[in-house]
Structures are given as C-alpha cells and as structure tokens.
C-alpha cells in the first residue's frame, strides 16, 4: 500500500500569511491531488500534478511535484479566512482502482 | 441534479440494525467510489464500481459491508448488524472514466449507538 503523509497535522495563522504545507511518500506516483473539504462537505479538487518538477498556481495557490514524483507542496500566499478547511493530498492506489488518500492539514486561518 | 447527491444526510442507528446508504452520481459518470472517513483517519477506500461491476471488493471492512450499483447509476452501500466502530462519515464519489478527478457528494454521516 502505497502511503501519503502529510504535514502539518494542524495549522493556525493570521489572515495576510503565508503558509506551506507538505505531502510526502517513500513511493513513486505516477500523479498526485489536492483536494479541499469544509465541514459538512465532501473534498472538492483543486489541481492534479502529473509530471515530476511540475508547479501550478490556482490565484494565491502555487502547487509543487517533487521532481522524483514522492512529494508535493501547497503554498499559500496572503491567506485568507476562506482558505480555511481540510487539505487532502491524494495519489491513485486506493484499492485497485480508486485513490490513495493522506490524513490531510487541517488550515484554520483568523481573522 | 449537477452533483453527487447522498441520501440520508445523518442516520443514527442503534447497534445490530442494518442500515442503507444511497449514492446517486453525475449523470454519464461510469465510475463510483464509496470511502470512509473516520476522526484522524483519513479517507478509507470501500469499493469501486464500473459501470454496474465492482472489480475489487477486497476493501469493504467485514463480510457484513456489501455494496451494489444498478444500471450503471444509482449505488448503495449497505451496512448488517451495526457495529459502534461503523459510526463515520460515508462518501460516494463519481469520476468519468478512470481519470481519477473525483467529484465527492456530502457524505452520509452514520451514528451507531
């Protein structure tokens, strides 16, 4: 089974920081997720990273794939209160066909 | 309806009841997913369907988990003779294809008492 951790477990910043966190694997995936979830909702994607080295930016979110496709950053930048929520990295290998998830960084961000 | 859509929202059962739990997917997507999500574990993969044929079963919980879909649409997952260690949070999602770009309805969230 191929695992994801990510870091922070919790974060708690003051709206205008900025913050990174961390998904990191000791196995290759050929792609990886971020998805966000809100209490009472299920995870919405918000990027997916196919190519080792790959960046993506999503308006104040810069997504990063390790160039040796283990491991992936979000990084926020001037946060805001609704950044706040669960962040979920997620690689496939969830069962046969399905997606791995990790534990996820819960984001709260004061205003 | 343009999303995943669950039904119920909330249950709570009492021990050793079944319950069912009813997924209806984005129209035209042919693949199903059913996750757990329990406090500090993370999403727990169930079951994949294709179309109406679920290829690997092997991460349903017990023998007391099954799930089915029909018609290539409609799912339900249900769950005999409750247990409290059942009490969690149920998610469906539904993805054309295998593109794994998954879209999540809002859960069912199931108390067992």
């Known amino acids: 089974t191929q695992l994801l951790e990510q870091s922070p477990q919790f974060l708690s910043i003051q709206e205008g920081e900025n913050l990174t966190v961390y998904c990191n694997s000791s196995?290759?995936?050929?792609?990886l997720q971020w998805y966000r979830q809100e209490p009472g909702e299920g995870p919405v994607l918000l990027v997916t990273v196919v190519t080792g080295g790959e960046v993506k930016k999503l308006k104040r979110l810069t997504f990063q794939f390790g160039d040796a496709r283990k491991d992936s950053s979000l990084h926020i930048t001037a946060a805001q209160p609704g950044d706040t929520g669960l962040y979920l990295c997620?690689?496939?290998?969830?069962?046969?066909?399905?997606?791995?998830f990790g534990k996820g960084t819960h984001l709260i961000i004061q205003p | 309806g343009a999303g995943v859509s669950q039904s119920p929202s909330n249950k709570v059962t009492e021990k050793g009841k079944d319950v069912e739990l009813r997924c209806d997917p984005i129209?035209?997507?042919?693949?199903l997913y059913w996750y757990r999500q329990s406090l500090g574990q993370g999403l727990e993969f169930l079951i994949y369907?294709?179309?109406?044929?679920?290829?690997?079963k092997s991460g349903l919980p017990s023998d007391r988990f099954s799930a089915e879909r029909t018609g290539g649409s409609v799912s339900t997952l249900t769950i005999q003779r409750t247990q409290q260690e059942d009490s969690a949070v149920y998610l469906c999602?539904?993805?054309?294809?295998?593109?794994?770009?998954?879209?999540f309805g809002n859960g069912t969230r199931l108390t067992v008492t």
């Open positions: 196995s290759v995936f050929s792609s």
């Open positions: 997620a690689g496939p290998g969830g069962g046969a066909d399905g997606l791995t």
């Open positions: 129209s035209g997507h042919t693949a």
């Open positions: 369907f294709q179309g109406n044929s679920a290829p690997d």
């Open positions: 999602a539904s993805s054309l294809g295998r593109d794994l770009s998954l879209h």
